[in-house]
C-alpha cells in the first residue's frame, strides 16, 4: 500500500509539473517516454519477438517530438506494414504501432492542436470515470445486475460502469463548460467516458489473453504504463476526432 501511494504521489507531481510548465518539448519528451515503454510492454502482451520494429517505432515516437505526430503515426505504421511484407514477417509486429504508438502520436497531436487545459479535461474525465467505476462497483456490485460486465473483466460490474460513466459525464460537462457549451461538453465527455471502459476492457483482454496479472512491473504497486493509461488509449482518439469534425 506504501510503495502504491508513493508511486501515486511521484506520477501526479510528474504530471502536474509537466502541466504547468506546459511546453511543447517537455510533453512531447513525456508522451515519447511513455509510448516507449508502452510499446516495450505490449510486445509481451502481443508476443511481437521482432525487436528491430520495436527500435524503430521508439525511433519515430522520439521523432514526434519534432514532427507532426500524426505524420509520424501513419509513416511509423505504413513503415511497419511494409517492413513485414517485404520481408514476410508475421504480422503481430504491427500491433504495437497500433497499440499503443498510435494512440499516444494521436495525444500528442490534440495537445498541439488544443491547450493543456483540454488535456486536463481528458484527464478529469477518465479518471473519475475509472474512480467512481470502482467506489460505486465495490458498494452495489450485483444489487441490480445479477450478471458482471463482461467475461473479461469478471470483476467490472454493471453497476459500476453505468456509475462510472454517468461520474465522468457529469464532472466532464460541467468542466468542460471552459471549452464547449453544456451540450457539447456532455456529449463528448459521454462518448470519452464510455471509450475509456473499452479502453480499459481491452487492456484487460491483452493480459488475460497473455495469461499475465499486469502488463508491466515498471511503476512499483501500480503495474505497468498500460495498465495506468488504458483508458486514455482509446479516449484520447475519441476527443481527437470529435474536435476535429467539429472543427473547435
Request: no cysteine; aromatic share 14%; net charge neutral.
Amino acid at each position: 500500500m506504501k510503495e502504491r501511494l508513493v508511486t501515486s504521489v511521484i506520477l501526479i507531481t510528474l504530471l502536474l509539473v509537466v502541466g504547468l510548465i506546459d511546453n511543447v518539448y517537455l510533453t512531447g519528451l513525456l508522451i515519447a517516454v511513455i509510448a516507449i515503454a508502452g510499446m516495450y510492454e505490449a510486445k509481451r502482451l502481443f508476443g511481437v519477438e521482432e525487436e528491430r520494429v520495436f527500435y524503430f517505432l521508439s525511433f519515430m515516437a522520439v521523432l514526434g517530438i519534432f514532427v507532426n505526430p500524426i505524420l509520424i503515426a501513419v509513416a511509423g505504421i505504413l513503415s511497419v506494414g511494409g517492413y513485414i511484407a517485404f520481408y514476410q514477417k508475421d504480422i503481430n509486429p504491427i500491433s504495437i504501432a497500433l497499440y499503443p504508438f498510435l494512440s499516444l502520436m494521436i495525444l500528442f497531436s490534440l495537445y498541439l492542436q488544443t491547450s493543456m487545459g483540454m488535456i486536463g479535461w481528458l484527464i478529469l474525465v477518465i479518471a473519475s470515470t475509472d474512480s467512481f467505476a470502482y467506489l460505486i462497483g465495490k458498494n452495489f456490485k450485483g444489487h441490480f445486475f445479477k450478471e458482471g460486465f463482461s467475461p473479461t473483466s469478471p470483476n467490472k460490474s454493471w453497476e459500476g460502469v453505468i456509475g462510472g460513466v454517468a461520474s465522468g459525464t457529469i464532472l466532464g460537462a460541467i468542466v468542460g463548460l471552459a471549452f464547449f457549451n453544456f451540450f457539447e461538453a456532455f456529449i463528448i465527455a459521454l462518448s470519452i467516458s464510455i471509450a475509456s471502459v473499452f479502453g480499459d476492457l481491452f487492456e484487460s483482454y491483452l493480459k488475460r489473453r497473455a495469461g499475465v496479472k499486469d502488463s508491466g512491473n515498471i511503476l512499483p504497486g501500480h503495474g505497468g504504463v498500460l495498465d495506468r493509461i488504458d483508458g486514455y488509449l482509446f479516449g484520447a482518439p475519441v476527443l481527437w476526432a470529435i474536435i476535429l469534425s467539429i472543427g473547435h
